[in-house]
Protein backbone atom coordinates (compact mmCIF):
# COMPACT_ATOMS: atom_id res chain seq x y z
CA UNK A 1 0.00 0.00 0.00
CA UNK A 2 1.28 3.68 -0.80
CA UNK A 3 1.68 6.20 1.30
CA UNK A 4 -0.80 8.20 0.38
CA UNK A 5 -3.20 5.15 0.55
CA UNK A 6 -2.02 4.43 4.08
CA UNK A 7 -2.60 8.23 5.02
CA UNK A 8 -6.19 8.41 3.77
CA UNK A 9 -7.25 5.41 5.22
CA UNK A 10 -5.95 6.08 8.75
CA UNK A 11 -7.69 9.73 8.46
CA UNK A 12 -10.62 8.13 7.70
CA UNK A 13 -10.52 5.88 10.70
CA UNK A 14 -9.87 8.38 12.78
CA UNK A 15 -12.39 10.45 11.66
CA UNK A 16 -14.79 8.24 12.34
CA UNK A 17 -13.42 7.80 15.50
CA UNK A 18 -13.99 11.43 16.46
CA UNK A 19 -17.24 11.51 14.92
CA UNK A 20 -18.56 8.40 17.06
CA UNK A 21 -16.98 10.53 20.08
CA UNK A 22 -18.73 13.61 19.30
CA UNK A 23 -22.36 11.48 18.78
CA UNK A 24 -21.74 9.90 21.89
CA UNK A 25 -21.02 12.87 23.83
CA UNK A 26 -23.14 15.72 22.74
CA UNK A 27 -23.25 18.25 25.58
CA UNK A 28 -20.29 19.93 24.41
CA UNK A 29 -21.31 20.54 20.82
CA UNK A 30 -24.69 21.46 22.11
CA UNK A 31 -23.51 23.77 25.01
CA UNK A 32 -21.33 25.90 22.59
CA UNK A 33 -24.07 26.05 20.12
CA UNK A 34 -25.99 27.85 22.86
CA UNK A 35 -23.59 30.98 23.15
CA UNK A 36 -24.44 32.13 19.33
CA UNK A 37 -28.10 31.13 19.57
CA UNK A 38 -28.63 33.03 22.72
CA UNK A 39 -26.74 36.02 21.52
CA UNK A 40 -28.86 36.15 18.26
CA UNK A 41 -32.04 36.03 19.84
CA UNK A 42 -30.44 38.06 22.86
CA UNK A 43 -29.39 41.17 20.16
CA UNK A 44 -32.25 40.34 17.88
CA UNK A 45 -35.21 40.25 20.62
CA UNK A 46 -33.86 42.61 23.38
CA UNK A 47 -31.45 44.59 22.13
CA UNK A 48 -32.64 45.01 18.44
CA UNK A 49 -34.32 47.95 18.23
CA UNK A 50 -31.49 50.24 19.97
CA UNK A 51 -28.62 48.55 18.06
CA UNK A 52 -30.44 49.25 15.05
CA UNK A 53 -30.01 52.86 15.36
CA UNK A 54 -26.48 52.43 14.77
CA UNK A 55 -26.86 51.05 11.58
CA UNK A 56 -27.33 52.98 7.92
CA UNK A 57 -27.42 55.99 9.89
CA UNK A 58 -30.40 55.62 12.50
CA UNK A 59 -33.06 54.37 9.77
CA UNK A 60 -32.70 50.67 10.10
CA UNK A 61 -35.44 48.53 12.03
CA UNK A 62 -34.82 45.25 13.50
CA UNK A 63 -35.27 43.31 9.91
CA UNK A 64 -32.15 44.99 8.77
CA UNK A 65 -30.40 44.55 12.30
CA UNK A 66 -31.55 40.61 11.56
CA UNK A 67 -30.30 40.48 8.25
CA UNK A 68 -26.59 42.67 10.18
CA UNK A 69 -25.92 40.26 12.57
CA UNK A 70 -26.70 36.87 11.31
CA UNK A 71 -23.22 36.75 9.23
CA UNK A 72 -21.34 37.51 12.32
CA UNK A 73 -23.31 34.92 14.36
CA UNK A 74 -22.48 32.40 11.90
CA UNK A 75 -18.41 32.84 11.89
CA UNK A 76 -18.61 33.05 15.92
CA UNK A 77 -20.45 29.73 16.06
CA UNK A 78 -17.13 28.46 14.09
CA UNK A 79 -15.27 30.26 16.84
CA UNK A 80 -17.56 28.36 19.19
CA UNK A 81 -17.20 25.00 17.73
CA UNK A 82 -13.64 24.95 17.15
CA UNK A 83 -13.05 25.32 21.17
CA UNK A 84 -14.69 21.80 21.16
CA UNK A 85 -11.66 20.38 19.23
CA UNK A 86 -9.17 21.92 21.53
CA UNK A 87 -10.52 20.41 24.16
CA UNK A 88 -10.81 17.40 22.54
CA UNK A 89 -7.70 17.19 21.07
CA UNK A 90 -6.02 17.55 24.50
CA UNK A 91 -8.28 15.12 26.25
CA UNK A 92 -6.48 12.76 23.48
CA UNK A 93 -3.29 14.11 24.84
CA UNK A 94 -3.48 13.54 28.21
CA UNK A 95 -5.63 10.32 28.33
CA UNK A 96 -2.65 8.01 27.20
CA UNK A 97 -4.42 7.27 23.72
CA UNK A 98 -1.84 9.22 21.74
CA UNK A 99 0.69 7.57 23.10
CA UNK A 100 -1.05 3.95 22.46
CA UNK A 101 -1.27 5.18 18.60
CA UNK A 102 2.12 6.34 18.57
CA UNK A 103 3.37 2.68 18.72
CA UNK A 104 0.54 1.16 16.21
CA UNK A 105 1.75 1.07 12.56
CA UNK A 106 -0.62 3.91 11.37
CA UNK A 107 0.33 7.19 9.67
CA UNK A 108 1.17 10.04 12.18
CA UNK A 109 -0.62 12.71 10.62
CA UNK A 110 -3.68 10.58 10.09
CA UNK A 111 -4.75 11.76 14.05
CA UNK A 112 -4.50 15.49 13.40
CA UNK A 113 -5.98 14.77 10.08
CA UNK A 114 -8.83 13.54 11.85
CA UNK A 115 -9.56 15.95 14.45
CA UNK A 116 -9.77 18.66 11.87
CA UNK A 117 -11.72 16.85 8.88
CA UNK A 118 -14.27 16.03 11.99
CA UNK A 119 -14.20 19.89 13.97
CA UNK A 120 -14.94 21.67 9.75
CA UNK A 121 -18.38 19.02 9.85
CA UNK A 122 -19.16 19.92 12.86
CA UNK A 123 -18.74 23.92 12.10
CA UNK A 124 -20.49 22.98 9.09
CA UNK A 125 -23.10 21.64 10.77
CA UNK A 126 -23.33 23.82 13.48
CA UNK A 127 -23.77 27.23 10.89
CA UNK A 128 -26.58 25.33 9.31
CA UNK A 129 -28.08 24.86 12.43
CA UNK A 130 -27.92 28.93 13.47
CA UNK A 131 -28.32 29.79 9.86
CA UNK A 132 -31.59 27.91 9.70
CA UNK A 133 -32.91 29.85 13.30
CA UNK A 134 -31.43 32.87 11.38
CA UNK A 135 -34.19 32.57 8.67
CA UNK A 136 -36.55 31.05 11.17
CA UNK A 137 -36.37 34.82 13.04
CA UNK A 138 -36.45 36.78 9.72
CA UNK A 139 -33.22 36.63 8.04
CA UNK A 140 -33.64 36.58 4.35
CA UNK A 141 -30.69 37.00 1.48
CA UNK A 142 -32.85 37.46 -1.52
CA UNK A 143 -30.60 39.28 -3.96
CA UNK A 144 -27.79 36.73 -3.56
CA UNK A 145 -26.86 34.76 -6.93
CA UNK A 146 -25.94 30.81 -6.73
CA UNK A 147 -22.48 31.43 -7.39
CA UNK A 148 -22.26 33.89 -4.14
CA UNK A 149 -23.86 31.08 -1.91
CA UNK A 150 -21.40 29.08 -3.08
CA UNK A 151 -18.68 31.72 -2.55
CA UNK A 152 -20.04 31.92 1.09
CA UNK A 153 -20.33 28.66 1.59
CA UNK A 154 -16.42 28.08 1.08
CA UNK A 155 -15.30 31.23 3.12
CA UNK A 156 -17.40 29.41 6.01
CA UNK A 157 -15.63 26.09 5.41
CA UNK A 158 -12.13 27.90 4.69
CA UNK A 159 -12.22 29.69 7.96
CA UNK A 160 -13.69 26.28 9.73
CA UNK A 161 -10.45 24.94 8.51
CA UNK A 162 -8.30 27.99 9.59
CA UNK A 163 -9.82 28.41 13.18
CA UNK A 164 -9.76 24.66 13.58
CA UNK A 165 -5.72 24.25 13.19
CA UNK A 166 -5.39 26.98 15.64
CA UNK A 167 -7.40 25.06 18.14
CA UNK A 168 -5.73 22.22 17.40
CA UNK A 169 -2.54 23.73 18.19
CA UNK A 170 -4.21 25.55 21.15
CA UNK A 171 -4.94 21.84 22.72
CA UNK A 172 -1.75 20.50 22.40
CA UNK A 173 -0.09 22.57 24.17
CA UNK A 174 -2.45 22.86 27.15
CA UNK A 175 -1.52 20.62 29.99
CA UNK A 176 -5.14 19.54 30.62
CA UNK A 177 -8.61 20.31 29.43
CA UNK A 178 -9.77 23.21 31.35
CA UNK A 179 -6.18 24.58 29.87
CA UNK A 180 -7.41 24.20 26.69
CA UNK A 181 -10.99 25.35 26.63
CA UNK A 182 -9.49 28.61 28.49
CA UNK A 183 -6.86 28.87 26.03
CA UNK A 184 -9.14 28.56 23.10
CA UNK A 185 -11.97 30.81 23.97
CA UNK A 186 -10.69 34.18 22.53
CA UNK A 187 -11.85 32.05 19.41
CA UNK A 188 -15.06 32.76 20.62
CA UNK A 189 -14.94 36.26 22.39
CA UNK A 190 -12.86 37.67 19.44
CA UNK A 191 -16.15 38.06 17.17
CA UNK A 192 -17.45 40.26 19.56
CA UNK A 193 -14.53 43.11 19.21
CA UNK A 194 -15.34 43.03 15.43
CA UNK A 195 -18.14 44.32 13.21
CA UNK A 196 -20.83 41.65 14.06
CA UNK A 197 -23.07 43.47 16.18
CA UNK A 198 -22.12 47.01 15.40
CA UNK A 199 -20.36 48.73 12.50
CA UNK A 200 -16.33 49.72 12.75
CA UNK A 201 -17.53 53.40 12.32
CA UNK A 202 -19.52 53.14 15.18
CA UNK A 203 -16.57 51.83 17.65
CA UNK A 204 -14.22 54.21 19.18
CA UNK A 205 -11.46 55.99 16.93
CA UNK A 206 -8.67 54.44 18.81
CA UNK A 207 -9.77 51.41 18.65
CA UNK A 208 -11.37 51.21 14.88
CA UNK A 209 -7.89 49.61 13.10
CA UNK A 210 -8.25 46.75 15.74
CA UNK A 211 -11.89 45.99 14.75
CA UNK A 212 -10.90 46.31 11.02
CA UNK A 213 -8.01 44.26 10.47
CA UNK A 214 -8.65 41.33 12.69
CA UNK A 215 -9.85 38.65 10.95
CA UNK A 216 -13.62 38.02 12.04
CA UNK A 217 -14.17 41.22 10.68
CA UNK A 218 -12.79 40.79 7.16
CA UNK A 219 -14.82 37.89 6.98
CA UNK A 220 -17.96 38.86 8.38
CA UNK A 221 -17.91 41.63 5.72
CA UNK A 222 -16.81 39.39 3.23
CA UNK A 223 -20.14 37.40 4.03
CA UNK A 224 -22.25 40.22 3.98
CA UNK A 225 -21.04 41.61 0.89
CA UNK A 226 -22.06 37.81 -0.76
CA UNK A 227 -25.35 37.56 1.00
CA UNK A 228 -26.75 40.84 1.65
CA UNK A 229 -25.41 42.82 -1.54
CA UNK A 230 -23.24 45.43 0.61
CA UNK A 231 -19.95 46.37 -0.55
CA UNK A 232 -16.63 43.94 0.31
CA UNK A 233 -14.18 46.40 -0.65
CA UNK A 234 -11.00 45.08 0.29
CA UNK A 235 -12.43 42.53 3.12
CA UNK A 236 -12.80 39.80 0.19
CA UNK A 237 -8.92 39.11 -0.41
CA UNK A 238 -8.05 40.23 3.33
CA UNK A 239 -10.66 36.99 4.44
CA UNK A 240 -8.94 34.94 2.40
CA UNK A 241 -4.98 35.91 3.50
CA UNK A 242 -5.90 35.57 6.98
CA UNK A 243 -7.76 32.31 6.49
CA UNK A 244 -4.93 30.57 4.86
CA UNK A 245 -2.10 32.50 6.97
CA UNK A 246 -4.07 30.82 10.00
CA UNK A 247 -4.36 27.22 8.16
CA UNK A 248 -0.38 27.37 7.54
CA UNK A 249 0.44 28.52 11.05
CA UNK A 250 -1.69 26.64 12.72
CA UNK A 251 -0.71 23.44 10.88
CA UNK A 252 2.75 23.82 11.34
CA UNK A 253 2.08 24.88 14.86
CA UNK A 254 0.27 21.85 15.74
CA UNK A 255 2.62 19.39 13.66
CA UNK A 256 5.55 20.56 15.28
CA UNK A 257 4.22 19.92 18.76
CA UNK A 258 2.67 16.80 18.30
CA UNK A 259 6.09 15.59 16.80
CA UNK A 260 7.72 16.60 19.45
CA UNK A 261 5.38 16.13 22.58
CA UNK A 262 6.96 13.57 24.68
CA UNK A 263 3.30 13.00 26.60
Not at 34 to 47: C, E, G, K, Q, R
Request: glycine residues 10%; aromatic residues 8%; neutral net charge.
Amino acid sequence: MSSLSLAVRDSNTMLRRNLLHARRYPSMTLNLLLTPVMLLLLFVYIFGDVMSAGIDGGGADRSDYIAYIVPGILLMTIGGTTIGTAVAVSMDMNEGIIARFRTMAIHRGSVLVGHVIGSVLQCVLSVILVGAIGVAIGFRSTDATLLEWIAAFGLLVLFSMALTWVAVGMGLISPNVEAASNNALPLILLPMLSSAFVPVDAMPGWFQPIAEYQPFTAAIETLRGLLLGTEIGHNGWLAVVWCVGLAVLGYFWSTSKFNQDPR
